[in-house]
T-cell receptor
């Protein structure tokens, strides 16, 4: 059983399109995250949700809109895709307390052409 | 603001060599510190962690000690294997941040040759 699963694993799309990435966790965690990994492998948090409520938004363009229908799911919708959005996007979950482990999904490699 | 700095890679070692990957941090509070590992094509997995000064985290032969006086959390392994080839990330979670978000270093790629 995969703890944090995200789909799709690969996504190739044209500039200007709108796309979504889905994430689900079966760990019973209250907190979920989206991280972006750039081409140099650098990881940066984008959003954090706790019990369906947004608690962190790290100055991400408003073309990116996370949605949490319930605490086990956190989806990422991206409007008007740009070349610079090409990256690997990781979903993660944790108990949301400092010092607790975050569990990561396998990542979604987004390529905008 | 809070930050994490790791030694630059790639690091290339022969099998059974000793590994050190340096990590230093800047934080306003008393952070928890982590090492995560990313194998090719996969997500990140927790390797080890330490939540307070002088704690030593260890797992799979890897160790790191939380040194408050030098604000460091260096990763070590006595004898690396080819299967240890991966990208290693040092990270912190600060008490004053909400929701346990992680701040990562830039990652260090390790390549172990037989």
């Amino acid at each position: 059983d995969t703890a944090v699963s995200q789909t799709p694993k690969y996504l190739v799309t044209q500039m200007g399109n709108d796309k979504s990435i889905k994430c689900e966790q079966n760990l019973g965690h209250d907190t979920m995250y989206w991280y972006k990994q750039d081409s140099k492998k650098f990881l940066k948090i984008m959003f954090s949700y706790n019990n369906k409520e947004l608690i962190i938004n790290e100055t991400v363009p408003n073309r990116f809109s996370p949605k949490s229908p319930d605490k086990a799911h956190l989806n990422l919708h991206i409007n008007s895709l740009e070349l610079g959005d090409s990256a690997v996007y990781f979903c993660a979950s944790s108990r949301g307390q400092m010092g607790t482990e975050a569990f990561f999904g396998q990542g979604t490699r987004l390529t905008v052409v | 603001g809070n930050s994490v700095t790791q030694m630059e890679g790639p690091v290339t070692l022969s099998e059974e060599a000793f590994l050190t990957i340096n990590c230093t941090y800047t934080a306003t509070g008393y952070p928890s510190l982590f090492w995560y590992v990313q194998y090719p094509g996969e997500g990140l997995q927790l390797l080890l962690k330490a939540t307070k000064a002088d704690d030593k985290g260890s797992n799979k032969g890897f160790e790191a000690t939380y040194r408050k006086e030098t604000t460091s959390f260096h990763l070590e392994k006595g004898s690396v294997q080819v299967s240890d080839s991966a990208v290693y990330f040092c990270a912190l979670s600060d008490r004053w941040n909400q929701g346990g978000k992680l701040i990562f270093g830039q990652g260090t790629e390790l390549s172990v040759k037989p």
